[in-house]
């Protein structure tokens, strides 16, 4: 197959780097790419806010398959563009995409379709903000969750145990015009995060292996929320099959179902992000593409081909699709970033050690890197790259991805040293409850 992986970032060179393994070869394309890509694709300098161009890229090329990687272009409707110029692609719809492009709508489908989920209030007017607060969280019960309704780059959503900071971040979302003056106030949900994504072609759904994600930016969860500073699976705290199905079945067919009689099916990769409650999964978000890092673990261990699954999703066909084959190793990612990320990342500074994390049998997977004109690999994101390590037991992937990342020399950059240490070492209470 003839296969274009729109995107820049750590997503999509795994995404490109997994076709690049199936067992049926694949001419490979990217755009704009990153330079981890180069081994495995054609990159192609085309901006990702420019649809057209995007759009005439793959007609060109004769794409058989398109795979859409971030949010902001699905949210904008580059699918539907792409689509309607006969293209082939995996990736929702601009209408579909409001899963992840409002809250406030996730959380109407939800509602709609009693998925599991936290109680919530959207509100658009300053006045009312103290009320709904309190409302969400009573007798001043803590911590408060405020969300901004559109996408903000994982920076929209502010946790906290302090009533005056919670109204603080509901007030600046309220004044901002990026968020069409919405915000969203949750109630908290206790209980180990995870990620379970969901393939659909709108009509049925094929889950994918569970992975935890670790959002802060520094060691034991402390520090401000990043994009994602590690990931790991399986995880041993849950049935990891129990969980896929529990998934499908509370939640992502009846989203599926639900957007399909709204009259805009969703078709591409639901990702739900769940905390496992004691009443079970509950849903903290939607997004509409696959998740960085997780995919890279959740990827790593796909032993069934990547293509055919997404092609199949994207032509309406998973029914006639084999099932999804995965390998029991465990996989751990490690981020490694900048100097000041995620407040203000320091970048186009030179990379270099990467060679001998490859010689220890790691995978480098890139996103904030650049190659300047001398040749040398310099960094150009807040999140620079992740190490991959896959062993027969949780403990030993993380411990060489841990032990190879040390040998990345790139001034001033920041890794966490505890991803899946806690659930190697059976500090997480196992759920039963799903
Ligand atoms: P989101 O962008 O909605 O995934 O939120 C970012 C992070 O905030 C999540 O990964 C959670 O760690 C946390 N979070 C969001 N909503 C909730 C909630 N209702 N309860 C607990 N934590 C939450
Ligand atoms: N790792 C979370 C995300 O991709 O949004």
Not at 385 to 405: C, G, H, M, N, W
Request: charged letters at 25%; glycine letters at 8%.
């Amino acid at each position: 197959m003839k296969i274009l992986v729109v995107g820049t970032g750590a997503r999509e060179h795994a995404l490109v780097r997994r076709l690049s393994q199936d067992s049926v070869p694949h001419d490979l394309h990217a755009a704009p790419g990153n330079p981890g890509m180069e081994a495995h694709a054609a990159i192609h300098d085309v901006s990702l806010g420019d649809s057209a161009a995007l759009t005439a890229l793959a007609c060109d090329l004769g794409i058989d398959l398109v795979v859409i990687g971030p949010e902001a272009p699905l949210v904008a409707g580059l699918a539907d563009e792409m689509r309607e110029a006969g293209l082939t692609v995996f990736g929702p719809s601009k209408a579909a995409a409001e899963l992840e492009g409002s809250k406030d709508f996730a959380k109407r489908v939800m509602k709609d379709a009693d998925i599991p989920t936290a109680r919530s209030i959207t509100v658009s007017d300053p006045t009312a903000l103290e009320s709904a607060l309190d409302e969400i969280n009573p007798g001043a019960k803590v911590p408060y969750v405020v969300k901004a309704d559109g996408l903000a780059a994982g920076k929209g959503v502010v946790v906290t145990l302090s009533r005056e900071e919670a109204l603080e971040h509901a007030r600046a979302c309220l004044a901002s015009d990026a968020h069409d003056s919405r915000v969203v106030l949750e109630e908290f949900l206790d209980g180990p995060e995870l990620s379970v994504f969901c393939v659909s072609d709108g009509e049925r759904v094929v889950p994918l292996v569970p992975a935890q994600d670790f959002k802060r930016a520094y060691k034991g969860d402390e520090g401000p929320n990043t994009g994602g500073m590690g990931a790991y699976s399986p995880l041993p705290w849950l049935d990891e099959t129990a969980a896929m199905h529990a998934t499908v079945e509370k939640i992502a067919e009846p989203v599926v179902r639900a957007m399909r009689e709204r009259g805009t099916p969703f078709a591409g990769l639901l990702f739900c992000g769940l905390a496992a409650t004691r009443e079970g999964l509950k849903v903290i978000e939607f997004n509409v593409r696959f998740g960085d890092p997780e995919t890279l673990v959740v990827l790593d261990r796909l032993e069934s081909d990547l293509g055919t699954l997404l092609h199949a999703a994207a032509s309406g066909s998973l029914a006639e699709a084999e099932p999804a084959r995965w390998h029991t190793d465990s996989s751990v990612a490690v981020v490694l970033a900048s100097e000041g990320y995620p407040l203000a990342a320091q970048t186009g500074r030179e990379i270099t050690g990467l060679d001998r994390v490859k010689e220890e049998g790691c995978a480098v997977i890139h996103a904030g890197t650049t190659r300047a004109s001398d040749g040398t690999l310099r960094s150009s994101g807040g999140r620079v790259l992740s190490v991959v390590a896959s062993e027969d037991t949780l403990d030993k992937a993380r411990v060489r991805a841990q032990s190879s990342i040390a040998h990345v020399l790139l001034e001033g950059s920041h890794y966490r040293t505890d991803i899946a240490e806690c659930a190697a070492h059976g500090e997480i209470e196992r759920v039963t409850q799903l």
